[in-house]
Every structure is written in structure tokens, then in C-alpha cells.
């Protein structure tokens, strides 16, 4: 029993091992934009929204999914305009919820919003302590990007080693 018990368990956590996953931030490919625009004197830290309409059955974004990525990248550069004369901008490919889950309960829904929320949380740590040096700091998201950038506000911005440097948040 007790065998068979481990094999449900480590059968059903190796279908969830997508969240315990990191994406490795250091890697410039898993950024859609890193240090776009370098040498202004404030950041950008950009949100993409929901671009993944989880056409093939998934609930958040693969990492690999050249095509998403591409729709990400083009969600991201309707919105650079209005930034990229002020700030650096840096905005991370992350798992985020596919359009599907927003018709599930807020219960169900949890799950993939922590996958999308521990890759950006992840993605700005990188950025905040190996690319940001001391400049300020400009928040923005649209969409998903603004309900993940508020959570980010909510763990981050109540210390003063954050919220000192930041201009503005737009979600």
C-alpha cells in the first residue's frame, strides 16, 4: 500500500513539477527585452499581458513556444512607445496563465497564477540585483501584467530598498 501510495504521489506531483521549475533569468533568451534602450536614466520594468489563448490545452505559457513568444514580443512592442525615450527597458518572458483560466474559479485559477507570478517575481530579483544599479525605477503592466506587477508591488514595495526608487506604476 504504502508503495503504492508513493507512486500516486510522485505521479501526481511530476504533473505539477512545471511550477517547482526556475527559470534561469541570467539567460538573456527568456527576456523579451533586456536593457532595450541602455544608458537612460531611469528602468522600465514591463508586464507583457495575456497573448496565450491556450490553443493547445495548456494553462500557462511554455517557455518554448516560439510562435506565443513572437505574440508576446508584439503585445510588448505596442506598448514600448510610450517608455522608450525615458527608461531602459526590461520586460521577461514568463509562464503566464493562458486566456482559458480566466474562465475558471479564483480557486482554480491559483495554481497557474503562481507560476506566472514566481517567474516574474524571479525575473525581477535578477533584474534588481544584477541590472538595475541604483536607478530608478518604472512599473508597468497591462492586463495580466497589471494584476501580476500589483503582486509584485504588494511582496517587493513596502521595503524601502525598493520603494525608494520607484517614479511610477502603471497598471
Known amino acids: 500500500v504504502f508503495a503504492l501510495s508513493a507512486i500516486l504521489v510522485i505521479t501526481f506531483f511530476s504533473g505539477c513539477s512545471q511550477k517547482a521549475d526556475i527559470v534561469d533569468y541570467s539567460n538573456k533568451e527568456n527576456w523579451a ?30 517557455m518554448d513556444d516560439e510562435e506565443t513568444k513572437a ?24 509562464r503566464q496563465m493562458t486566456f482559458p ?38 512599473l508597468a503592466g497591462f492586463s495580466q501584467g497589471s494584476q501580476l506587477m500589483l503582486m509584485l508591488m504588494e511582496e517587493y514595495f513596502d521595503d524601502a530598498k525598493y520603494s525608494d526608487r520607484l517614479i511610477a506604476a502603471y497598471c
Open 33 to 62: 527585452y533586456y536593457a532595450q534602450g541602455e544608458g537612460k536614466e531611469a528602468d522600465l520594468f514591463l508586464i507583457c499581458p495575456t497573448v496565450d489563448m491556450g490553443a493547445d490545452g495548456e494553462f500557462n505559457m511554455s
Open 71 to 94: 505574440n508576446f514580443l508584439g503585445a510588448l512592442n505596442m506598448e514600448r512607445g510610450i517608455y522608450e525615450e525615458s527608461a531602459t527597458m526590461y520586460a521577461p518572458y514568463y
Open 101 to 138: 483560466v480566466y474562465s475558471m474559479s479564483e480557486e482554480e485559477m491559483k495554481p497557474y497564477l503562481e507560476i506566472a507570478y514566481q517567474d516574474v517575481a524571479a525575473a525581477f530579483e535578477y533584474y534588481f540585483d544584477n541590472c538595475n544599479n541604483g536607478r530608478p525605477i518604472i
